[in-house]
T-cell receptor, first 113, second 118 residues
Framework: GNSVTQMEGPVTLSEEAFLTINCTYTATGYPSLFWYVQYPGEGLQLLLKATKADDKGSNKGFEATYRKETTSFHLEKGSVQVSDSAVYFCALGDQGGSEKLVFGKGTKLTVNP | DAMVIQNPRYQVTQFGKPVTLSCSQTLNHNVMYWYQQKSSQAPKLLFHYYDKDFNNEADTPDNFQSRRPNTSFCFLDIRSPGLGDAAMYLC?????????????????FGPGTRLLVL
């Protein structure tokens, strides 16, 4: 079945540091890939997504590239801010038409000033 | 603004006392989802509606039921809450790819209802 393996956290960085959160997936075919972010006490928000191989999703300085050859969708940001502190979830979209998501376990990021 | 609304944000119930959580949306999406999220874990899909068609996940306990009386509203009923059901419950909506013809439709989440069972 479909699955997502995400880098274990927590991750603690200083402001302006470079961020990478690794995500790999197992799926048949060409699923859509997502990064969702959850701020404390809130629901999830879409951060970025990619629907086919070599697509790059980007938003708020975050980027991730859909790599079919390595089955990966790693999240990167060149310079993190304190406001980026949150839990980040990598997810894979089911191709059955109802867009069910399979989530990774989440990575908690703390950015210190 | 179009959005997904969940009420209440916090719900306290007693062990074994039925409780209903509600979700409404102004996005006119045809798919609605209910997730359970326990502390420091990923959201776990309980079930989803594609229009009026109910789709239960295989490992969702019978204790959890859902109703969708119209496009805008969806309810989660927990018939006999146990201590292990204390969690954040997230509602989400999306268009369905089979309807829009597009891949990778975004799910829009509400803020969640945190359920405490005493």
């Amino acid at each position: 079945g479909n699955s997502v393996t995400q880098m274990e956290g927590p991750v603690t960085l200083s402001e302006e540091a470079f961020l990478t959160i690794n995500c790999t997936y197992t799926a048949t075919g060409y699923p859509s890939l997502f990064w969702y972010v959850q701020y404390p006490g809130e629901g999830l928000q879409l951060l970025l997504k990619a629907t086919k191989a070599d697509d790059k999703g980007s938003n708020k300085g975050f980027e991730a590239t859909y790599r079919k050859e390595t089955t990966s969708f790693h999240l990167e940001k060149g310079s993190v801010q304190v406001s980026d502190s949150a839990v980040y979830f990598c997810a894979l979209g089911d191709q059955g038409g109802s867009e069910k998501l399979v989530f990774g376990k989440g990575t908690k990021l703390t950015v210190n000033p | 603004d179009a959005m997904v609304i969940q009420n209440p944000r916090y719900q306290v119930t007693q062990f074994g006392k039925p409780v209903t959580l509600s979700c409404s949306q102004t996005l006119n999406h045809n798919v609605m989802y209910w997730y359970q999220q326990k502390s420091s874990q990923a959201p776990k899909l309980l079930f989803h509606y594609y229009d009026k068609d109910f789709n239960n996940e295989a490992d969702t306990p019978d204790n959890f039921q859902s109703r969708r009386p119209n496009t805008s509203f969806c309810f989660l009923d927990i018939r006999s809450p146990g201590l292990g059901d204390a969690a954040m419950y997230l509602c989400a909506t999306s268009r369905a790819g089979r309807t829009s013809g597009r891949k990778g439709e975004t799910q829009y989440f509400g803020p969640g209802t945190r359920l405490l069972v005493l």
